[in-house]
């Protein structure tokens, strides 16, 4: 018998409110079915079973508030439906920052806002960050991207914001010490890349599903992911899935005209990928000014696990990646 407890949907969650049952007692469940909805800071969330089992007891009621970790049902047959997480993964928060934030409970916007300084500040803290970043020609890149919206129907067009996500998934993959979660110190490599991407929600605040082994995916297929996960993320919908497992986060915020982003890495992931807009850089070439359009692209790490050597070479494989479009 394995027990199915509240996983974490990110580190700023410290509790969550169950919903609803999807299932009962007696029925059985395979991995990826949907047994509950929890409602978090972040809006109700499907919660998935990762193990095959029969559901024995449902030990927790519509309607209460469950701590991370703690155990929502039972299941015969399963080793442990939901690993815990190790409680260093949790939030800390202080005295003070409690009482704010049931001060804010009647606003779900105020509540978000605390969870995500509370997070925000312990990855500040206790994460030593390193910063870098550079400007990748993509003239090549929009070119062939043109080309390939011209042979397509309005609705399947692609995005700049595609090319780049693939670009970062398939360059994580050479350097694996940015694709990981680092919990107490140890790192521990991922073994597909799991894209967050950072999304704006309704009211406020910022939530980073992840997009399921994004390096393996077409550019399509990515595009399409890429869209039903943001309409999913603002209207409902999302799994546990999308927001526990993601290896790495991108936030993009060149729709906002922003020339670049140094963002906070999400823990326990060990990095974060930021692309800022599109915009014409003039450089010399042959005595002669030239405008070309640019994207400044940012690596926040973490350098418990990786150094600025490591770190540049990204940034390398990025800007060769973006090159050769016709190849992501």
């Known amino acids: 018998m394995g027990d199915f407890l509240?996983?974490?949907?990110?580190?700023?969650?410290?509790?969550?409110?169950?919903?609803?049952?999807?299932?009962?007692?007696?029925?059985?469940?395979?991995?990826?079915?949907?047994?509950?909805?929890?409602?978090?800071?972040?809006?109700?969330?499907?919660?998935?079973?990762?193990?095959?089992?029969t559901v024995r007891e449902l030990v927790v009621q519509p309607g209460s508030?469950?701590?991370?970790?703690?155990?929502?049902?039972?299941?015969?047959?399963?080793?442990?439906?939901?690993?815990?997480q190790p409680p260093a993964e949790r939030p800390?928060?202080?005295p003070r920052q409690r009482k704010l934030a049931e001060q804010a409970a009647a606003s779900p916007q105020q509540a978000m806002r605390q969870a995500i300084a509370?997070?925000?500040?312990?990855?500040?803290?206790?994460?030593?960050?390193?910063?870098?970043?550079t400007h990748i020609e993509v003239g090549h890149a929009l070119a062939w991207l043109g080309a390939e919206n011209e042979r397509r129907p309005v609705a399947e067009r692609i995005l700049p914001a595609a090319l780049l996500l693939k670009a970062a998934?398939?360059?994580?993959?050479?350097?694996?010490?940015?694709?990981?979660?680092?919990?107490d110190g140890r790192f521990t490599p991922a073994k597909s890349v799991h894209l967050g991407v950072a999304v704006s929600i309704k009211g406020g605040g910022v939530i980073a599903p992840a997009i399921h082994d994004a390096d393996t995916l077409s550019i399509a297929a990515l595009m399409a992911k890429l869209m039903d996960l943001v309409g999913r993320a603002r209207g409902g919908g999302l799994r546990s899935s999308e927001?526990?497992?993601?290896?790495?986060?991108?936030?993009?915020?060149?729709?906002?005209?922003?020339?670049?982003?140094?963002?906070?890495?999400?823990?326990?992931?060990?990095?974060?990928?930021g692309f800022g807009r599109i915009f014409e850089q003039v450089s010399m070439k042959d005595g002669r000014a030239e405008a070309h359009p640019v994207v400044c692209a940012s690596l926040a790490a973490d350098h418990r696990v990786s150094d600025g050597h490591r770190g540049g070479l990204f940034l390398t494989a990025l800007d060769r990646l973006l090159q050769s479009p016709e190849k992501l």
């Not at 508030?65 to 815990?84: S, T």
Request: negative net charge; contains cysteine.
């Open 243 to 273: 927001l526990s497992d993601g290896t790495v986060t991108v936030t993009n915020l060149g729709d906002l005209g922003v020339d670049s982003v140094l963002g906070v890495i999400y823990p326990p992931q060990v990095a974060l990928i």
């Open 65 to 84: 508030e469950v701590p991370v970790g703690a155990v929502l049902a039972r299941i015969d047959g399963a080793a442990q439906a939901v690993a815990p």
């Open 92 to 94: 800390r928060l202080s």
């Open 169 to 183: 998934a398939l360059g994580v993959r050479e350097i694996p010490e940015l694709n990981g979660t680092c919990v």
């Open 118 to 133: 509370a997070a925000m500040a312990r990855s500040k803290r206790e994460i030593p960050h390193y910063y870098l970043q």
């Open 6 to 53: 509240m996983p974490t949907l990110g580190a700023d969650m410290e509790s969550g409110t169950l919903v609803e049952w999807k299932v009962k007692v007696g029925d059985r469940v395979k991995k990826g079915d949907l047994i509950a909805v929890v409602e978090t800071v972040k809006g109700a969330i499907d919660i998935e079973v990762f193990e095959e089992g």
